[in-house]
Each structure stands twice: as C-alpha cells, then as structure tokens.
C-alpha cells in the first residue's frame, strides 16, 4: 500500500508527467493506493475539480486516523521545527498518517524530507 500528497495528485489531474505520476498510475491499476484525509480535503477544496476527478478521489480507501494522532502529529512537528526546517501543519498531518499506517508517501513536496530525515517516513520517489 501506498498514499500519494496533493502536489503529486493535482500533477496527475492536470495531465502532468514524472515519476511520481508513473508511481501513482501503478498504485491506481494495482489498487495499492490509500487516501489520506488531509490530502483528500485539500483536493475536494479545489472549486474547479471535475466531478468524475472526485469519484475517483472518494473511492479510494480512506487511511483511519489513529487514536493518540493530533499527539504525534504535534511532536513530530516539534522534531522538524527544532531543526529549523519548514513544517507546514497539512504537511505533518499527512507525514504522521503515512507514518501510522506505515506506508510510504508519493510526493513532488520536497518539504516532506524535512520528515523523513526525522522520523522513518518514506518519501518517494
């Protein structure tokens, strides 16, 4: 199993190219892929989204938000802002899910290395 951030979602809904977009057309045809809640948000917030582009988004299993989550969430955070590297709170939203359910993160955010050199977050590709 796999997730995919928004960078690489509006990538691939504009008709973009690159490997995060191979990577994530692989997840999709494999049924591999799992939705975030943060990313799913940020996504269905875009006014000019297609509706077929939606019922591809909310058909997608939803990753569950783990008890104990806003906490983690929260420390994780603190870990990357000591190092005085940029921690947008969707960005940690997103690092800490992936990092509960322990999947790796399809993203073209460099932002998220920042988390995965905190933490055993893996950011592809």
């Known amino acids: 199993m796999i997730a995919a ?43 000019s989204l297609s509706s077929e582009a939606a019922a591809i988004l909310l058909d997608l299993p939803l990753v569950t938000v783990e008890p104990g989550f806003w906490q983690r969430a929260g420390m994780l955070r603190a870990e990357v802002l000591a190092k005085r590297r940029r921690a947008r709170l ?8 992936c990092l509960d359910a322990s ?10 290395r920042s988390f995965a050199q905190s933490s055993n977050l893996h950011v592809l590709p």
């Open 103 to 112: 999947i790796p993160l399809i993203t073209r955010d460099r932002d998220f």
């Open 90 to 97: 969707g960005d940690s939203l997103i690092a800490q899910l």
């Open 5 to 47: 951030d928004s960078s690489t979602w509006v990538a691939f809904l504009s008709g973009a190219s690159g490997d995060d977009i191979l990577l994530l057309q692989k997840a999709l045809q494999d049924r591999q892929l799992l939705m975030l809640p943060v990313v799913l948000t940020e996504l269905l917030s875009d006014p």
